[in-house]
């Protein structure tokens, strides 16, 4: 089926959703971004840090902002630079807003812990290093649930997920034949899927690696994919057979057509597909291009409602999205994209905005949203289990119930066998600085542990002394 533009004004809250870009000073200027042309977002926000990887001679490197601290960047600003290539992909924590992920041309991939407040010198030390692929890693994702499952894409065809508890990867995806294009998850992360340069578009049992669905895109040449939250639904951005730009929508439980296909445009920059679970709002953005579609999926026909078009002269190289916590609820804002502008060296925000006269909390807008506590843990999901997100509310504003604290493996190195392969065979040797830099951490991690125990001897014993004086004093002194 392919659908017409033609406007039908089915009444929709969304119908007048607009886009507002910030003002000059709520933009970040004189950031030197990458000019890597690999078709990533290069960006990733969340409600305190902005993340974005810049142009950097001799290995790769990323920025981190405090999003409160808008305006001109000092050219000296701290980097993020122990990659030995180029980053090709970043993505924060969705749990631990201090921790942050990367993979890169050097095939590694790995974890980092931003001090509050943001960085006050380069950092090269990781509190992970992940070495498991053959080949440069282009993507990464976070498990939608639980707090340690990290997935990684290589140029190996691998999908690797790795256990952050242990810091090893615990199982291997192998069925794409081809470079991995994007990966998404359903709600509570028990099914994956994924667009292949293969021309396949697949949904994976991600524990067991079988493939659930598999659709050969022949008239539908398939780029992007995403899952509409519990809709059982796929959504993917592509090309036709004219060369035209696309998107499909699919039963997940039936990939062998496609529900609905839509024309969009003749351009040919990469589309990227968002989907926000709450509104049911698709958003398109066009690398490339300067103006971003928006639209109201429903489970009825016709499926995809186009609602309107943001138009900005400034092309995007990509785009950095919010998440629902750090939203501003009290300006009815449902969503925040923050846009690379590579020539000005700029990065816009973009609220989408419902327009409402009233200055109460617009329940309507704003159902119970996926928060920032873990429903499992690695363990947990690892055995089978599968939970829903845990939900919050944005009424009142932003409050966190628990401080958690990421605590990073300790781990020796040695071999890394995943279904039978040995995955570290072809990593080059780490440098002697690099052993000797660990080494000494270790030492210092051990005096520490000493110091700790010495003090709690000296505690117990203080104690034990206590519980004896008690034990002497008579009930007729009391």
């Given at each position: 089926?392919?659908?017409?533009?033609?406007?039908?004004?089915?009444?929709?809250?969304?119908?007048?959703?607009?886009?507002?870009?910030?003002?000059?000073?709520?933009?970040?200027?004189?950031?030197?971004?990458?000019?890597?042309?690999?078709?990533?977002?290069?960006?990733?926000?969340?409600?305190?840090?902005?993340?974005?990887?810049?142009?950097?001679?001799?290995?790769?490197?990323?920025?981190?902002?405090?999003?409160?601290?808008?305006?001109?960047?000092?050219?000296?600003?701290?980097?993020?630079?122990?990659?030995?290539?180029?980053?090709?992909?970043?993505?924060?924590?969705?749990?631990?807003?201090?921790?942050?992920?990367?993979?890169?041309?050097?095939?590694?991939?790995?974890?980092?812990?931003?001090?509050?407040?943001?960085?006050?010198?380069?950092?090269?030390?990781?509190?992970?290093?992940?070495?498991?692929?053959?080949?440069?890693?282009?993507?990464?994702?976070?498990?939608?649930?639980?707090?340690?499952?990290?997935?990684?894409?290589?140029?190996?065809?691998?999908?690797?997920?790795?256990?952050?508890?242990?810091?090893?990867?615990?199982?291997?995806?192998?069925?794409?034949?081809?470079?991995?294009?994007?990966?998404?998850?359903?709600?509570?992360?028990?099914?994956?899927?994924?667009?292949?340069?293969?021309?396949?578009?697949?949904?994976?049992?991600?524990?067991?690696?079988?493939?659930?669905?598999?659709?050969?895109?022949?008239?539908?040449?398939?780029?992007?994919?995403?899952?509409?939250?519990?809709?059982?639904?796929?959504?993917?951005?592509?090309?036709?057979?004219?060369?035209?730009?696309?998107?499909?929508?699919?039963?997940?439980?039936?990939?062998?057509?496609?529900?609905?296909?839509?024309?969009?445009?003749?351009?040919?920059?990469?589309?990227?597909?968002?989907?926000?679970?709450?509104?049911?709002?698709?958003?398109?953005?066009?690398?490339?291009?300067?103006?971003?579609?928006?639209?109201?999926?429903?489970?009825?026909k016709p499926y995809i409602q186009y609602l309107m078009e943001f138009r900005s002269p400034a092309p995007q190289k990509g785009l950095g999205v919010m998440p629902k916590h750090g939203l501003d609820v009290a300006a009815c804002e449902v969503f925040r994209f923050y846009k690379l502008v590579t020539l000005k060296g700029l990065i816009e925000p973009i609220s989408m905005i419902v327009p409402r006269r009233s200055d109460t909390?617009?329940?309507?807008?704003?159902?119970?949203?996926?928060?920032?506590?873990?429903?499992?843990?690695?363990?947990?999901?690892?055995?089978?289990?599968?939970?829903?997100?845990?939900?919050?509310?944005?009424?009142?504003?932003?409050?966190?119930?628990?401080?958690?604290?990421?605590?990073?493996?300790?781990?020796?190195?040695?071999?890394?066998?995943?279904?039978?392969?040995?995955?570290?065979?072809?990593?080059?040797?780490?440098?002697?600085?690099?052993?000797?830099?660990?080494?000494?951490?270790?030492?210092?991690?051990?005096?520490?542990?000493?110091?700790?125990?010495?003090?709690?001897?000296?505690?117990?014993?203080?104690?034990?002394?206590?519980?004896?004086?008690?034990?002497?004093?008579?009930?007729?002194?009391?």
């Amino acid at each position: 089926i392919t659908m017409s533009w033609r406007p039908t004004y089915r009444s929709s809250k969304f119908r007048n959703v607009y886009g507002k870009v910030g003002n000059r000073e709520h933009c970040y200027d004189g950031i030197p971004i990458t000019k890597n042309v690999h078709d990533n977002h290069f960006c990733a926000v969340n409600s305190k840090f902005l993340a974005v990887v810049t142009e950097s001679a001799g290995g790769g490197s990323f920025i981190i902002i405090p999003v409160s601290q808008s305006g001109r960047l000092d050219s000296h600003y701290p980097k993020v630079c122990g990659h030995q290539g180029n980053v090709l992909d970043i993505k924060w924590n969705p749990f631990f807003e201090n921790i942050i992920a990367s993979c890169s041309e050097d095939t590694s991939v790995r974890v980092w812990e931003i001090p509050e407040g943001g960085l006050r010198r380069n950092m090269t030390e990781a509190v992970l290093e992940l070495y498991g692929h053959s080949r440069r890693v282009g993507l990464i994702e976070w498990h939608p649930t639980s707090s340690g499952i990290l997935f990684s894409a290589g140029y190996d065809y691998k999908i690797l997920i790795w256990n952050l508890e242990i810091g090893e990867p615990v199982k291997m995806i192998d069925c794409h034949t081809d470079v991995i294009l994007s990966m998404s998850f359903n709600t509570d992360g028990s099914l994956l899927a994924t667009s292949c340069k293969d021309k396949k578009l697949r949904v994976i049992e991600p524990r067991s690696g079988r493939v659930l669905q598999q659709a050969s895109c022949k008239n539908h040449r398939v780029n992007r994919v995403v899952f509409l939250g519990n809709m059982k639904r796929l959504l993917t951005t592509g090309v036709s057979r004219w060369n035209t730009r696309q998107i499909a929508l699919w039963d997940q439980e039936d990939l062998s057509m496609p529900i609905v296909e839509e024309d969009i445009d003749g351009l040919s920059g990469l589309l990227f597909p968002f989907y926000d679970t709450d509104t049911h709002m698709l958003y398109l953005a066009g690398k490339g291009d300067g103006n971003i579609r928006y639209f109201e999926i429903t489970t009825e026909k016709p499926y995809i409602q186009y609602l309107m078009e943001f138009r900005s002269p400034a092309p995007q190289k990509g785009l950095g999205v919010m998440p629902k916590h750090g939203l501003d609820v009290a300006a009815c804002e449902v969503f925040r994209f923050y846009k690379l502008v590579t020539l000005k060296g700029l990065i816009e925000p973009i609220s989408m905005i419902v327009p409402r006269r009233s200055d109460t909390y617009q329940e309507d807008i704003y159902p119970m949203t996926a928060g920032t506590e873990p429903a499992l843990s690695a363990s947990e999901w690892l055995s089978g289990i599968d939970r829903d997100p845990v939900l919050m509310s944005l009424k009142d504003g932003y409050h966190r119930p628990n401080q958690l604290v990421f605590k990073a493996p300790v781990k020796e190195k040695k071999s890394v066998v995943v279904n039978g392969i040995d995955l570290l065979e072809n990593v080059p040797p780490r440098t002697e600085n690099e052993l000797l830099r660990m080494f000494f951490r270790q030492q210092d991690e051990l005096r520490r542990l000493k110091e700790e125990l010495t003090t709690k001897d000296v505690r117990i014993r203080q104690l034990e002394l206590e519980l004896n004086n008690l034990k002497n004093v008579s009930p007729t002194n009391v």
